[in-house]
């Protein structure tokens, strides 16, 4: 860049970094300033031997979370993802209810007056309730939920552990797709204390009381200028430009299990939600509620009592008590990541699959059944979005990603080395995780089970994270589609608002840094939303250079046929010609003499992939959003081995794996191709104990590959096949890239992602 202006006797927009950064800190835009909040312990002090926790000042950072709000709302790059009213979707072709984004659920129904029209659009019908109090000062008002979620996070192990406690905002208008994407739709609004003692004081009584008491004072300070507007509205602009009444409300909370018991007031190992006794959590209870609470805690009942037979915290208020129309029981959120992928499988399956195979074979055996386990995930071929794992599973620290990984490719590496009743208790709680058929699922996952529990490896299902999928089918209904709460969009946050910060940091009193770089960021984001609103974004620099990048190669019919080892390319390429000039000829093309088949002779364009476009409501591409993704067919990838994906489709659609991608001119038409090699269905029927289709390579009478070239057009998506594996372990030296020519069937992967699991069931 230098090079470029000094041709031109000019100078760069800022010397150095110390002026681009006070421009950033000139900027008004976006701006909302950090506010500082003393807390101190004003309790009873011991005459002697003071705790030095009660003599501490505990610091608590925040910026105004109405102003963030605000800026949301007005936020234009949400215009055409937001909702302005709460709604209620139906599918017009069989009219069942559809639960998508946050304003689609009951709660935010159920906050409302009875103000209906029906709008119709894409083929659904939204009715839409403007609900809010039948105070005349909330009539007719946009009703604004504030979606709230915190969590501990560590920046740094090794340099002293330490520790931030980040709070993260969102409005619950927004699309899920918006939240759960970089577009500021989540926001940092504050940086709570995490009060430390000595060893002699960490488990007291009065401690562990003060840092939660802690926890909710702050809230209730963070988010009282709030308040105000939850009972009167205020006039504001919204994302499409036009001005509303805006009346907001506390949302749900977005939380792990531990942060749930500290926000209810709950004792561990109970649940937050209902009043199920902690020994027997799936045996049920009735839903909690502030009201049934108040009331135990008003009735003088004894705190031990409140804490042993209702798991209630009595000398805590939750925070939602300060402001109107909130009940924190009903309001802590479901969280896919810590209770479903994390907790049901990571932490509870898995873990009971190894102490199952120690207890059955013996510690040594048991070990290599693990092994060779290990080395089954390891041979899993690659497949795009999903994460390898070329050691298998053991390694230390285990992210949400790569637990999500895993259950797509664990029950085909443990099917053969368990009992059947594991394999499909496995199989339920990755069809509940789904989210199709949760009752369903959730009753076979408690029947399939009970294996754990009658070969000795666990003594008993009352877990909390395990009872919260009995919950799921509540929340659902009431807030929606679970990605537009789940905790991995605040640990995702993480990384942008507090450990990169940290990282750019001198680490000397480092939050303070990080707070700064956290204000001039989203200066930052809305200059840029100012500068696109003005026109001054149009167009990219990238444009030619990401055509200069797309590559083909020029073959001729014998040089692919020889490169891709398919002599009889000439002859499938006729084959193809002929369906495509004669699409009403009701004969098969292989059994039309040769001499009748239109005759390509010139050169083809060879391609590494194609890319796929399909609607596929999923985590990546958003509910209702269309996804795309590459199916590749290359002669080296990595530099390591070759590529050759496999395309999908069940019930009428068939399995292939992909030889080259090519295309050529015929009578001055263009063919976009594709070679295939069919693959059959073992059986009409999915397999019973995994739920998946088994494939294998289709051969003609001759047991020759079934080989063909098909229409690009003809490409419905990518697939993802796993070896049938079998009882026997497999060979040490077998590779991800060897998996599908080492094994003679296998499994269609429907677990790979959400598109699949609903083609492929």
């Known amino acids: 860049m230098a090079a470029q202006l000094s041709k031109h006797n000019d100078s760069p927009p800022f010397a150095d970094h110390k002026d ?184 007291d009584d009065s401690f562990r009381l003060f840092r939660r008491q802690l926890f909710h004072c702050s809230l209730s300070a963070i988010l009282s200028t709030l308040k105000p507007a939850m009972t009167e509205y205020e006039v504001l602009r919204c994302a499409d430009g036009h001005f509303r009444r805006i009346i907001f409300s506390l949302g749900p909370y977005i939380a792990d299990y531990e942060e749930q018991l500290v926000l209810s007031c709950t004792v561990k190992n109970w649940c937050p939600k209902c009043l199920a006794h902690r020994g027997d959590l799936d045996g049920g209870g009735i839903p909690r509620t502030r009201e049934h609470t108040d009331l135990l805690v008003c ?44 907790g049901a499988f990571k932490d509870h399956l898995v873990d009971w699959v190894l102490k199952y195979l120690k207890l059955t074979h013996g510690t040594k055996r048991g070990e290599e059944i693990m092994s060779d386990i290990d080395r089954r995930i390891a041979a899993v ?52 995780s789904s989210l199709v058929q949760l009752s369903d699922a959730l009753t076979r996952f408690h029947h399939y089970r009970q294996i754990f529990e009658t070969t000795g490896t666990v003594p008993h299902f009352s877990l909390p994270r395990q009872h919260s999928m009995t919950h799921y089918a509540d929340m659902i209904r009431l807030f929606g589609a679970p990605n537009g709460l789940c905790s991995s969009i605040t640990e995702s946050k993480h990384i942008k608002a507090v450990k990169e910060p940290w990282r750019w940091s001198n680490k000397h009193n480092a939050l303070g840094q990080m707070l700064l770089t956290n204000q001039r960021l989203d200066k930052l984001a809305a200059s840029r939303r100012d500068f696109a609103a003005r026109g001054m974004l149009v167009g990219s620099v990238l444009s030619r250079a ?57 050169g083809l364009y060879v391609f590494n992939s194609a890319a796929a476009t399909f609607y596929a409501p999923s985590d990546p591409s958003g509910v209702g959003g269309m996804r795309r993704e590459q199916i590749r067919a290359c002669p080296l990838w990595w530099n390591v081995s070759p590529r050759n994906d496999y395309l999908e489709g069940m019930k009428g659609l068939k399995v292939a794996r992909v030889k080259c991608f090519f295309s050529f001119k015929f009578d001055w038409v263009t063919y976009p191709c594709a070679l295939v090699q069919w693959f059959d269905k073992v059986s009409d029927c999915a397999d019973e104990d995994t739920g998946m289709w088994i494939v294998r390579p289709s051969v003609h009478d001759d047991g020759t590959p079934n080989f063909a070239v098909i229409h690009i057009d003809t490409v419905y998506r990518a697939a993802h096949l796993i070896p049938v594996y079998g009882p026997d372990f497999i060979a040490d030296d077998i590779k991800y890239f060897h998996s599908y020519d080492a094994f003679r069937s296998f499994y269609v992967n429907k677990f790979a992602d959400h598109h699949a699991f609903e083609i492929a069931s």
């Open 20 to 203: 681009l950064h006070k421009v950033i800190d000139a900027t008004q835009l976006g701006d909302v300033p950090w506010q500082c909040l003393s807390v101190q312990y004003m309790g009873e002090h011991p005459e002697h031997d003071t705790p030095p926790w009660m003599g501490k000042d505990y610091e608590v950072w925040y910026r105004d979370p109405h102003v963030m709000a605000h800026n949301m709302l007005a936020n234009t790059t949400y215009k055409g993802e937001i909702d302005y009213a709460p709604f209620r979707e139906y599918d017009s072709s069989d009219d069942t209810r559809r639960w998508k984004d946050f304003m689609s659920g009951d709660w935010a129904w159920q906050q409302a007056v009875r103000i209906r029209c029906i709008s119709y659009k894409s083929g659904h019908t939204n009715i839409y309730q403007d609900e809010l109090s039948k105070d005349p000062n909330t009539h007719g008002s946009m009703f604004v939920p504030i979606i709230l979620g915190s969590d501990k996070t560590t920046v740094s192990v090794g340099t002293g552990n330490n520790e931030y406690y980040p709070l993260y905002a969102s409005i619950g208008n927004v699309h899920n797709n918006v939240r759960r994407a970089h577009r500021d739709a989540l926001v940092i609004i504050g940086f709570l204390s995490i009060p430390k003692t000595t060893r002699k004081y960490a488990h």
């Open 299 to 342: 009735e003088n009942i004894d705190s031990d009592t409140l804490w042993h037979e209702f798991g209630i915290v009595s000398a805590l208020v939750p925070f939602t008590n300060d402001f109107p129309r909130a009940d924190i029981h009903q309001l802590i959120s479901f969280d896919l990541l810590h209770q479903l992928v994390k």
């Open 381 to 432: 071929a690659s497949f795009t979005g999903l994460r390898r794992f070329p050691d298998g599973r053991g390694f230390k620290q285990w992210t949400g990603n790569d637990s999500k990984a895993l259950m797509k490719v664990f029950i085909p590496a443990i099917e053969g080395h368990v009992p059947q009743d594991m394999v499909r208790a496995f199989r339920a709680l990755l069809e509940f």
């Open 546 to 602: 990401v055509a200069a990048l797309e590559q083909k190669h020029i073959r001729t019919v014998a040089e692919l046929a020889d490169e891709v080892d398919v002599p009889h390319l000439r002859r499938f390429i006729r084959y193809f010609l002929f369906s495509q000039l004669f699409p009403n000829d009701p004969r098969n093309p292989e059994d039309v003499p040769a001499a009748s088949c239109p005759r390509h002779e010139g």
